[in-house]
Each structure stands twice: as structure tokens, then as C-alpha cells.
């Protein structure tokens, strides 16, 4: 997985968008992407919501899992093309969320962190305002592998789901839960942005041969 020099902000302006009192761009379409070629690079932006890392008091060890998953995957198809490290507050997550997928430049998007019971976390009812569609059947999958190694991973109200062109997928804060829920759908993940980009096998009956 290829990535710049990481900072805790990388991505689009933010001057831009519905924050501060600006007003959000038009949506746009996702770029084109080399139709025809399935598994072409997909566009991957990581969001991590932490107050302690935000403030600098906290290494974003979870990212680094996260990137180390996505580039063991077989042909590391995955380019990082963002990176931010934001305080747990749900209207800027919801801000940036849209800024990321109506901006047409990025066909993925990891949240990490903020999905549990805890008084700031705020991540999945941030994500849940600017979804269009859920994908249950993904967060349910990044559950059920959990629970395998502890119970506890039933608390996690991570979602996923789609906004426009591009995915959104919760993971959990630490950098163990966030890797494993990760590689409960990173198979899977490939053929739904293929669809999403208008390039996978549409026909759910096609998806079980």
C-alpha cells in the first residue's frame, strides 16, 4: 500500500465543505477509473477519530495496522490517498466524510475508531447521516469474526455502507480490533468497489458461482 508522508491531515482543503459555515460543493461523480480492468488501484482515505490523538497525545498505532492489512492483501490493490487524525466529534466526521465522497477522489473510506459504547463515540450515527445505502451484511461479517476471538466484539456498533461512488466501513479504535475487522471483509471489499465503479458483475446471482 503506497501512501505520502503521513500527517494528521491530508486530503481535501478544509476550507472547503459544509464546515465553518461554508457551504458544501455539488456532488460529483467518482472519476473514471481504467474501465474494463478489474482490481485497478482503489483510492483508500483513513479517518481516525481519537481526542487523544488529535491533541497529540495518543500514536495512531491503529492506522499503521490498517495499513499493514491492506498491503498484505494479495496485490495490494489499495492506494492511500488520505489520512486524517480527527477529535471525536460527529459533525466534523460528517463533514469531512462528505467532502471525501462527493469530491470524487476516493472509491473507499476506513473510519477507525469511535464505535463503541463510550460517552464521545459518535462514528456510525456520524457515518448514518450522509450514507445513501447501508451494506449490514459487511458490518455483520466484521462482528461475527470478532466475537470468534472475544465476546466483547458485540458491542461494536460499527456500519458500512455507500455514498455515491464510495464506500464507508467503520473499524474499531485499537489496532487489533481495527486489522482483524478489516480482514473480515478485505476479500469481499474488491468485487463491491468493482460494482460501485460500474466495473464488477452486478447480477447478485453471479456473486455465488
Request: contains cysteine.
Amino acid at each position: 500500500m503506497s501512501h505520502a508522508a503521513r500527517g494528521r491531515h491530508r486530503g481535501p482543503p478544509v476550507g472547503a465543505g459544509r464546515a465553518n459555515g461554508r457551504t458544501l460543493p455539488q456532488r460529483r461523480a467518482a472519476r473514471p477509473r481504467r474501465r474494463g480492468t478489474l482490481h485497478a488501484m482503489y483510492r483508500t482515505v483513513l479517518v481516525t477519530l481519537s481526542d487523544k490523538g488529535a491533541a497529540g497525545e495518543r500514536e495512531d498505532t491503529a492506522a499503521d495496522a490498517v495499513r499493514a492489512a491492506l498491503g498484505a492483501h494479495a496485490g495490494a490493490p489499495f492506494e492511500e490517498v488520505g489520512y486524517e487524525l480527527l477529535p471525536d466529534e460527529r459533525p466534523r466526521l460528517r463533514a469531512r466524510l462528505r467532502l471525501w465522497c462527493d469530491g470524487g477522489d476516493a472509491d473507499l473510506v476506513l473510519t477507525i475508531g469511535g464505535t463503541g459504547l463510550g460517552a464521545r463515540d459518535r462514528t456510525p450515527e456520524a457515518t448514518r447521516d450522509v450514507l445513501d445505502r447501508e451494506v449490514p451484511g459487511l458490518a455483520e461479517r466484521m462482528r461475527a469474526v470478532g466475537m470468534q476471538a472475544t465476546p466483547k466484539a458485540a458491542l461494536s456498533r460499527a456500519v458500512v455502507g455507500v455514498r455515491g461512488g464510495t464506500m464507508i466501513v467503520n473499524l474499531p479504535g485499537s489496532a487489533k480490533g481495527a486489522r482483524e475487522s478489516l480482514e473480515a471483509i478485505l476479500d469481499v471489499l474488491p468485487h463491491a468497489l468493482d460494482v460501485l465503479r460500474g466495473e464488477g458483475r452486478g447480477d447478485p446471482s453471479a456473486w455465488h458461482a
